[in-house]
């Protein structure tokens, strides 16, 4: 194993290095994989949008495409747990919550997921943050808590 092959603090430190990096690029969500060729037809992505999974929890699925999001437009009740479930058709895009921890990298080929829950009552955008293209700009989407 490589691991014991350290025998040095630097050799140590850019084992921590390179762990911290692998994990933050290949989260335990990133584990599915799906055909980028045919998210529309494969589940759940074949009916993108919120599903209510129980009592104010759901889960919420969409589709990024340059450049938007599908859908576009959300409402949920104050005090929702949301599981976004998230893919990109074709290259890699980002999905922040503006104002949440929300922050995920959603790759072609890749199927993303993160859980929140909303307490606070308001508008949230929901934006690209990786640079997809010349409509990089106005790639976003609007969460409502009301
Ligand atoms: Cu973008």
Redesign the pocket.
């Known amino acids: 194993m490589a691991y014991n092959r350290c025998i040095n603090v630097n050799c140590l430190l850019s084992t921590v290095g390179y762990q911290a990096f692998a994990s933050g690029h290949a989260p335990p969500s990133d584990l599915t994989k799906i055909d980028p060729e045919k998210v529309h037809d494969t589940p759940p992505f074949d009916e993108p949008g919120l599903k209510q999974i129980g009592d104010n929890e759901y889960e919420l699925v969409m589709v990024l495409q ?2 938007g999001f599908t859908p576009n437009k959300v409402e949920i009740p104050q005090g929702a747990t949301v599981k976004f479930i998230v893919t990109s058709v074709d290259v890699v ?2 999905f922040e919550i503006a104002g949440t921890r929300v922050n995920m990298m959603v790759t072609p080929g890749h199927v993303n997921s993160m859980t929140y829950k909303f307490n606070e009552k308001g508008e949230y955008l929901i934006l ?6 010349t ?3 106005v ?1 976003s989407a609007q969460l409502e808590v009301k």
């Open positions: 340059s450049f895009h980002g690209c943050n990786e640079y997809c293209g409509g990089h700009h790639m």
